[in-house]
């Protein structure tokens, strides 16, 4: 049985062009379905607006999905009450994508690591004081640095802690939404080989959502390609990356530096030849492309 299952995942928003006017649907997430093993590294990936980041935020209900089920070690996420729901969160983590914004700037560096301790009430004050500077180490950090606050704190520095906070609790899953954009180039590679390192350490389940299509060919071992809210292609790494059948997927992976020559070669994807309506076939063994 895997770890994760998405199945018809839908999550549509109404837009109102004028206070009176008639409201128009947009449809940010469609059909989309994946299954994720327990210790396996899978990558969501996508343009901006694709519908990656509204994926992983119905399946931790951080918004409420339309429709569609998600069920976690074989119970359905959606259907859960509250209380369980609220339990349910210890195994299941998030590191957002912009450091700076996902810390409260009021609270010191080890009391945001520690805050998931103090409200799921887990340990003494002292046991998770020592858990704290555990974690601090864990993620290469000074345990000097617990009494500083995120403005501090340079950016990879805030993304460690962000890691640190969602290890707190010893989660099953890990959901990094786009770990690496918002730091510099310089210590990218830093917080990625963090991430590859814990997720053997810790045999977490990671599930990695990027538009850099380099992270996600070097980390994951499947990979999920999302346009207008479809997945369009899915499939192992390997193949998806060495034999991309969906035209988008191709247009996508022409665009890595060094993909295919250089600018000249790109290729463009007519987002009128887009058919939604279009389901998976099989184009390999286990891999799937519309």
């Not at 339309?66 to 349910?88: I, N």
């Not at 983590?93 to 805050?115: C, H, K, W, Y």
Request: aromatic share 6%; with cysteine; net charge positive.
């Amino acid at each position: 049985m895997s770890l994760v299952e998405v199945a018809g995942l839908v999550k549509t928003y109404e837009r109102r062009h004028a206070p009176w006017g008639r409201p128009s649907r947009i449809c940010a997430v469609d059909r989309v379905s994946f299954a994720i093993g327990a210790g396996e590294t899978f990558g969501l990936v996508g343009e901006s607006g694709s519908g990656k980041t509204t994926t992983v935020r119905c399946m931790l209900r951080l918004v409420e999905p339309t429709a569609g089920s998600f069920t976690f070690r074989g119970e359905p996420v959606f259907d859960l009450p509250a209380a369980r729901l609220r339990a349910l969160r210890r195994d299941m983590q998030m590191v957002f994508q912009d450091p700076g914004s996902s810390l409260n700037p009021r609270m010191t560096a080890g009391a945001i690591v520690e805050e998931g301790l103090v409200v799921h009430r887990q340990g003494s004050p002292a046991e998770r004081r020592e858990r704290v500077r555990d974690l601090f180490g864990l993620v290469g950090l000074d345990d000097g640095m617990m009494g500083r606050y995120p403005r501090e704190l340079s950016g990879g520095q805030r993304q460690r802690i962000g890691i640190a906070r969602a290890l707190a609790l010893k989660p099953a899953l890990l959901v990094a939404d786009e770990p690496v954009t918002a730091l510099d180039v310089s210590i990218q590679a830093q917080v990625v080989n963090l991430l590859m390192d814990l997720q053997q350490r810790l045999g977490l389940t990671l599930l990695l959502v990027a538009h850099d299509l380099s992270l996600v060919r070097h980390l994951c071992t499947r990979v999920a390609v999302m346009y207008r809210g479809r997945i369009v292609e899915t499939g192992r790494a390997d193949a998806v990356f060495s034999a991309p059948a969906h035209r988008y997927t191709q247009a996508l992976m022409s665009a890595m530096p060094g993909g295919a020559g250089g600018p000249s070669a790109r290729l463009r994807y007519d987002a009128g030849s887009f058919d939604p309506g279009a389901e998976l076939r099989e184009v390999g063994p286990g891999h799937w492309a519309t």
